[in-house]
Antibody, heavy 122, light 110 residues
Framework: QVQLVQSGAEVKEPGASVTVSCEAS????????IHWVRQAPGQGLEWMGR????????TYAQKFQGAVTMTRDTSISTAYMELRRLTSDDTAVYYC???????????????WGQGTLVTVSS | QIVVTQEPSFSVSPGGTVTLTCALS?????????PSWYQQTPGRAPRTLIY???IRSSGVPDRFSGSVVGNKAALTITGAQADDDSDYYC??????????FGGGTKLTVL
């Protein structure tokens, strides 16, 4: 069965960087996009960007351009999301989610990771 | 900047019908926005309900249905149950690989 398993909770100081991983299993990793979505405490979901594990091509939401980098290691079917220059506003649960390739004309997030809490605090 | 708007809150009686909507700040939502809907309870990852406007995800009860009504995407719950008490989010595909979530609707079943 399809699973996305994320790395554990992180506590970071303001100005630091954090990297969250998302290990995929149960399907061919390179076929589906990996999206990253975050949710600040008590707030809604926010799409951050997506990466094609096949090509490494990324698309980021304008808000996160310059602050986020999404990468992957296909040998271990794992995607990574690095967020830099953290502030308290980046305190959130970060989710990875799988999305079908655009060529299918099916657009949604069909499987989700369990979420990773990142706390930014001095 | 693209803003996707949902009703902040809604309430429905058990057994009742409710329609939640998803609108664009400028322009209309159409099937070409490929609206999808997600249900989330506190402390849990979102659960996929509807995609490509109206297709139910695997295992989703048929009391959940999706459509485009006028210039908005809509999620209708027919015969609401207590465990439908959740937050509901729509997301739109804006093209060029860009997605935008709505602010979410907190649905209370009472």
């Amino acid at each position: 069965q399809v699973q996305l398993v994320q790395s554990g909770a992180e506590v970071k100081e303001p100005g630091a960087s954090v990297t969250v991983s998302c290990e995929a299993s149960g399907y061919t990793f390179t076929v589906y996009y990996i999206h990253w979505v975050r949710q600040a405490p008590g707030q809604g979901l926010e799409w951050m960007g997506r990466m094609s594990p096949y090509s490494g091509v990324t698309t980021y939401a304008q808000k996160f351009q310059g602050a986020v980098t999404m990468t992957r290691d296909t040998s271990i079917s794992t995607a990574y999301m690095e967020l830099r220059r953290l502030t308290s506003d980046d305190t959130a649960v970060y989710y990875c989610a799988r999305g079908p390739p655009d060529s299918t004309r099916v657009f949604y997030f069909d499987y989700w990771g369990q979420g990773t809490l990142v706390t930014v605090s001095s | 900047q693209i803003v996707v708007t949902q009703e902040p809150s809604f309430s429905v009686s058990p057994g009742g019908t409710v329609t939640l909507t998803c609108a664009l700040s400028s322009g209309s939502v159409s099937t070409n926005s490929y609206p999808s809907w997600y249900q989330q309870t506190p402390g849990r990852a979102p659960r996929t309900l509807i995609y490509n406007t109206s297709i139910r995800s695997s295992g989703v009860p048929d009391r959940f249905s999706g459509s485009v009504v006028g210039n908005k995407a809509a999620l209708t719950i027919t015969g609401a149950q207590a465990d439908d008490d959740s937050d509901y989010y729509c997301v739109l595909f804006m093209g060029r690989g860009i997605w935008v979530f709505g602010g979410g609707t907190k649905l209370t079943v009472l």
